[in-house]
């Protein structure tokens, strides 16, 4: 895992990250299993890899299953690190291929997934770039406020750049702090009031994502095709009658 030896991580983060990589059940016992570092070390490294948006989470049976964030997750990692790390952003663009095929590899065919916190929340919406068209219920308010205004500025770029649809049911709250100015390659409906609140759905590709905007920061995503098709036709259904 070359890509890795250069990102800055140390050897414990690079040998846990590539276990959870490689494994679609990954608990703390399995990671403690394939690296050999102890347990307590395991939940302290697993916890640097989330907050640093690499890493993910689901409780299952009172147990966390940890999952790799996209690992193109790792170039939005490097781009904080300043123009010093341009070296290490081209070695990782040349395993990226190879890192992101063992991602899909390792997904089950329905995975499900915690981001916490901004970071968290950041690698969730680098993910959503790979797909044209995205869906919201709920509306968007909340991106501005608790992920950065200069980072939705540079994502919101890189969005209009892919030329990627986004179809947003939004809440009159929302339209209440709009920034002013027309949004390429952008559309809108709008919800009753009585639909106000700090939950909203996040549809793209074959994932569905419903994010709590407030604190604790935490998006609980499905990703399964049958789940995101059934959320899409609620979604058509609304755009439809509103």
Same mark, same amino acid.
């Given at each position: 895992?070359?890509?890795?030896?250069?990102?800055?991580?140390?050897?414990?983060?690079?040998?846990?990250?590539?276990?959870?990589?490689?494994?679609?059940?990954?608990?703390?016992?399995?990671?403690?299993?394939?690296?050999?570092?102890?347990?307590?070390?395991?939940?302290?490294?697993?916890?640097?890899?989330?907050?640093?948006?690499?890493?993910?989470?689901?409780?299952?049976?009172?147990?966390?299953?940890?999952?790799?964030?996209?690992?193109?997750?790792?170039?939005?990692?490097?781009?904080?690190?300043?123009?010093?790390?341009?070296?290490?952003?081209?070695?990782?663009?040349?395993?990226?291929?190879?890192?992101?095929?063992?991602?899909?590899?390792?997904?089950?065919?329905?995975?499900? %997934?915690? /981001?916490? +916190?901004?970071?968290?929340?950041? $690698?969730?919406?680098?993910?959503?770039? @790979?797909? #044209?068209?995205?869906?919201?219920?709920?509306?968007?308010?909340?991106? %501005?406020? /608790?992920? +950065?205004?200069?980072?939705?500025? $540079?994502?919101?770029?890189?969005?209009? @750049?892919? #030329?990627?649809?986004?179809?947003?049911?939004?809440?009159?709250?929302?339209?209440?702090?709009?920034?002013?100015?027309?949004?390429?390659?952008?559309?809108?409906?709008?919800?009753?009031?009585?639909?106000?609140?700090?939950?909203?759905?996040?549809?793209?590709?074959?994932?569905?994502?419903?994010?709590?905007?407030?604190?604790?920061?935490?998006?609980?995503?499905?990703?399964?095709?049958?789940?995101?098709?059934?959320?899409?036709?609620?979604?058509?259904?609304?755009?439809?009658?509103?």
């Amino acid at each position: 895992m070359k890509a890795l030896e250069v990102l800055g991580l140390s050897e414990g983060e690079a040998k846990v990250y590539e276990c959870i990589l490689y494994s679609d059940n990954a608990t703390l016992q399995h990671v403690h299993e394939q690296t050999g570092i102890e347990r307590r070390n395991v939940y302290d490294i697993i916890n640097k890899l989330i907050s640093k948006g690499l890493a993910t989470y689901i409780s299952e049976m009172r147990h966390k299953v940890y999952r790799a964030t996209n690992p193109r997750s790792i170039l939005d990692y490097l781009e904080k690190q300043g123009a010093e790390v341009e070296g290490k952003k081209q070695a990782v663009r040349k395993e990226l291929p190879q890192l992101v095929e063992i991602y899909k590899k390792s997904k089950p065919s329905l995975d499900a %997934r915690v /981001y916490r +916190g901004k970071e968290g929340l950041r $690698a969730m919406f680098n993910e959503m770039l @790979e797909y #044209k068209h995205h869906y919201f219920i709920g509306g968007n308010w909340g991106v %501005r406020k /608790y992920l +950065g205004e200069i980072w939705h500025d $540079a994502w919101e770029r890189k969005r209009v @750049e892919g #030329k990627i649809w986004w179809h947003d049911i939004v809440t009159a709250k929302f339209l209440a702090n709009e920034p002013r100015g027309k949004h390429a390659y952008y559309e809108r409906k709008v919800l009753p009031p009585e639909f106000e609140g700090p939950n909203v759905v996040f549809i793209f590709g074959n994932t569905v994502a419903n994010v709590y905007w407030g604190e604790p920061l935490v998006s609980v995503a499905v990703e399964n095709e049958a789940i995101a098709r059934n959320y899409l036709n609620y979604f058509q259904y609304l755009w439809k009658k509103l």
